[in-house]
T-cell receptor
Framework: TQLLEQSPQFLSIQEGENLTVYCNSSSVFSSLQWYRQEPGEGPVLLVTVVTGGEVKKLKRLTFQFGDARKDSSLHITAAQPGDTGLYLCAGERRETSGSRLTFGEGTQLTVNP | KAGVTQTPRYLIKTRGQQVTLSCSPISGHRSVSWYQQTPGQGLQFLFEYFSETQRNKGNFPGRFSGRQFSNSRSEMNVSTLELGDSALYLC?????????????FGAGSRLTVL
């Protein structure tokens, strides 16, 4: 059973369109992170949200953490071909032995020029 | 400063063989985590090492093992390879093991098992 459900799994849009990716769970997380991964590379951290209800903006990307710290969304405004990639959300849980991340399966975004 | 370096980047093995993958973390980072990435399962946590000790382990069979050296470099080993072990193996480092939100990933080692 996947602890973090991401939707949609695949998204193909035209340049200039807006889109939202969702990350949902029944578990509460200490923080939630979003990564972007390009072919042949490892994931690169985009943002970390920590507080329930928190909203962070990174240029045309807006990240929101749910009030109950169980879900998150990523909204991209006026998507560009350079936004193409695999977007991954990851929930962090603090355990006695340290911190642990659980990843969603990812959303493969393709922005066509 | 140099990022996380993983070697080899690509390798092909046959069933029954074993493989060792290497990860050099960012200088000063003491925590190293390993993940397996496949199209069907996404990123699955393998294990995490901090100061040469395994602190966390995911739900993988005992064929998957790892270690960390005193210079924080880490290796993972997979014995008796199976077709299903074909995947991208990612290593990530962080300064400590209690702040996962500063993970930096390497580019990965892509293993193909024939």
């Amino acid at each position: 059973t996947q602890l973090l459900e991401q939707s949609p799994q695949f998204l193909s849009i035209q340049e200039g369109e807006n889109l939202t990716v969702y990350c949902n769970s029944s578990s509460v997380f200490s923080s939630l992170q979003w990564y972007r991964q390009e072919p042949g590379e490892g994931p690169v951290l985009l943002v970390t949200v920590v507080t329930g209800g928190e909203v962070k903006k990174l240029k045309r990307l807006t990240f929101q953490f749910g009030d109950a710290r169980k879900d998150s969304s990523l909204h991209i405004t006026a998507a560009q071909p350079g936004d193409t990639g695999l977007y991954l959300c990851a929930g962090e849980r603090r355990e006695t032995s340290g911190s642990r991340l659980t990843f969603g399966e990812g959303t493969q975004l393709t922005v066509n020029p | 400063k140099a990022g996380v370096t993983q070697t080899p980047r690509y390798l092909i093995k046959t069933r029954g063989q074993q493989v060792t993958l290497s990860c050099s973390p960012i200088s000063g980072h003491r925590s190293v985590s390993w993940y397996q990435q496949t199209p069907g399962q996404g990123l699955q946590f393998l294990f995490e090492y901090f100061s040469e000790t395994q602190r966390n382990k995911g739900n993988f069979p005992g064929r998957f093992s790892g270690r960390q050296f005193s210079n924080s470099r880490s290796e993972m080993n997979v014995s008796t390879l199976e077709l299903g072990d074909s995947a991208l193996y990612l290593c990530a480092s962080s300064p400590t093991n209690w702040r996962a939100n500063v993970l930096t990933f390497g580019a990965g080692s892509r293993l193909t098992v024939l």
